[in-house]
Nanobody, 120 residues
């Protein structure tokens, strides 16, 4: 599975941004799709995910501000990020899994990452 993330950029605190991740493959609808981020000097961490049935999962730090969704017709998963904070500054990655998990090591394929910078 090949993944291509896009949509990152420089925004101000309080702004919104939507990330997209386009996936290859004919079985996208069966994938568990996750978003992770790596903040400067920190390890990669789980942000949000959406299952094949549309179930959603969020890290506590983004719950209520971020929304993950998918469009199976377009083989694309989205991350809508609202009320952005400087602490959200990170490289954001999308990833594909065949099981429900929040553990980065369990994900099989990764996109290249897109940088989100939130200024104060």
């Amino acid at each position: 599975v090949q993944l291509q993330a896009s949509g990152g950029g420089l925004v101000q605190a309080g702004d919104s941004l939507r990330l997209s991740c386009a996936a290859s493959g004919r079985t996208f609808s069966t994938y568990f799709m996750g978003w992770f981020r790596q903040r400067p000097g920190k390890e990669r961490e789980f942000v949000a995910a959406v299952s094949w049935s549309g179930g959603t999962y969020y890290a506590d730090s983004v719950k209520g501000r971020f929304t993950v969704s998918r469009d199976n017709a377009k083989n694309t998963v989205y991350l809508q990020m609202n009320s952005l904070k400087p602490d959200d500054t990170a490289v954001y990655y999308c990833a594909q899994n065949n099981i429900i998990s929040r553990l980065p090591d369990s994900f099989r394929s990764w996109g290249q990452g897109t940088l989100v910078t939130v200024s104060s």
